[in-house]
């Protein structure tokens, strides 16, 4: 096991504190973000005045056959689509490189290759055209999302929830985060699509599933006919673990009779398996608003972030909790929960802000935890 190190997360406090200023202060900084971190190729432009004012997002459909992301696959495509995407959002604004404040990247976590092909680009335009860059943490750009969208003020209380990450933080300001459980097995979506790939639903799974648990006519009884276990609930801890789910939902399908799934069994494991889902993040996040409410009762804010938190589902239970525990609920347009660049070029915008721009010769991670306390298995960094 080996400590992560912390200078990684660089915060208010550990950086050099002069503000970038923006070149038009009438609309703020203006920023380009650049998302290649997985299977989205990604450009957006943002203002400090929270205006998106171009956004550009290949979901590549090169991974259809394999179902699932393919990392070699994924960066030949960020390559392919990601100078017309940033030609795109450059275009439409009417503004030339040399125009920008900044330019925001995604630094990890993420496939080494895809997040190399965009680190690569930012550093190649920043070089040439003389803009600052600034190295993002794709979690933060989840994490902050609320706050180019929505009232969110620092400190609150997040549910992060993707394809490979599944945790819960309270979010004291950028760069700042305590990390209060997180999943000792499968991320959340990563449940989703397995689902989905058990079923035959294709990738990804997450819409898929809640599109076909949408066709199940009566819950409770798909719920007493197949019943999925709820790995944790009821432990007290705010971490969560979803591989038994995940099996369990593997057997229900064996012991269906054989031949293909029907669309009634399917949808009926599908609402079951969401509505467990919902059950299990109900009772973590439970804990974690009594923990939070604990030590921060003045700024009562949930939110919810990542590409989970597009599902319908799960975002009607988190507003009934938030509303029976007082607080105030905030998630992002769906378009803005699924990976996307305008979140980075977000992030970079609060970044710059505080005065955190990173030089030309950023690493960038495969991993990247948001907690400084985090402890994982083997850390890896990679010079661009
Ligand atoms: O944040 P994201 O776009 O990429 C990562 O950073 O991982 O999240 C992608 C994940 C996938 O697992 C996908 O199946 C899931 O978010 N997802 C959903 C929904 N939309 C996307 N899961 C459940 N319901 C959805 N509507
Ligand atoms: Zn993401």
């Known amino acids: ?44 432009i943002v203002t400090g005045n929270k205006d998106i004012l171009a956004q550009s997002l290949i979901s590549q459909k090169d991974h259809a056959a394999y179902g699932g992301v393919v990392p070699e696959v994924a ?3 960020h390559l392919t689509y990601l100078q017309d995407q940033i030609k795109s959002v450059m275009d439409d604004t009417q503004l030339t490189f040399s125009d920008l404040d900044a330019i925001a990247v995604t630094a990890g976590p993420g496939l080494i290759g895809g997040v190399l092909v965009g680190a690569l680009m930012a550093k190649s335009i920043a070089l040439v055209h003389n803009v600052p860059l600034i190295a993002v943490n794709h979690l933060e750009g989840h994490a902050l999302t609320a706050r180019l969208t929505d009232d969110a003020p620092f400190p609150f209380l997040l549910l992060l929830v993707s394809g490979g990450h599944c945790q819960i933080l309270i979010v004291h300001g950028v760069g700042e985060y305590t990390r209060l459980g997180a999943t000792i097995d499968d991320a959340v979506g990563e449940a989703f699509d397995k689902t989905a790939k058990m079923l035959g639903l294709g990738y990804p799974g997450g819409p898929a599933v809640e599109k076909m648990a949408a066709r199940c006519t009566d819950v409770a009884a798909a719920r007493a006919r197949f019943s999925l276990p709820r790995p944790l609930v009821g432990q007290d801890s705010c971490d969560f673990s979803f591989s038994g789910l995940k099996t369990a939902v593997r057997r229900a399908i064996d012991a269906l009779p054989a031949g293909d799934v029907s669309v009634q069994d399917a949808a009926d494991i599908c609402a079951a398996f969401q509505a467990t889902v919902g059950d299990i993040i109900a009772d973590r996040m439970t804990r974690a608003i009594d923990r939070y409410m604990g030590t921060n009762p003045a700024r009562p804010t949930l939110v919810v972030a990542g590409g989970v938190a597009a599902n319908q589902y799960l975002r009607g239970l988190l507003t009934e909790l938030c509303a029976k525990r007082g607080l105030h609920f905030a998630a992002p347009p769906l378009k803005l929960c699924t990976d996307n660049a305008a979140m980075i070029a977000w992030a970079g915008i609060e970044r710059a802000q505080l005065g955190m721009t990173d030089a030309s010769d950023f690493p960038i991670y495969t991993r990247w935890p948001l907690d400084p306390d985090a402890v994982i298995s083997s850390p890896k960094s990679q010079k661009t």
Request: aromatic share 2%; hydrophobic share 45%.
């Open 1 to 44: 096991m080996v400590l992560y190190n912390n200078s990684m997360n660089k915060s208010p406090a550990s950086a050099d504190l002069a503000p970038l200023v923006p070149k038009n202060a009438a609309r703020g900084l203006v920023v380009l973000g650049i998302e290649t971190s997985c299977d989205e190729t990604a450009a957006a």
């Open 75 to 77: 960066a030949r495509a």
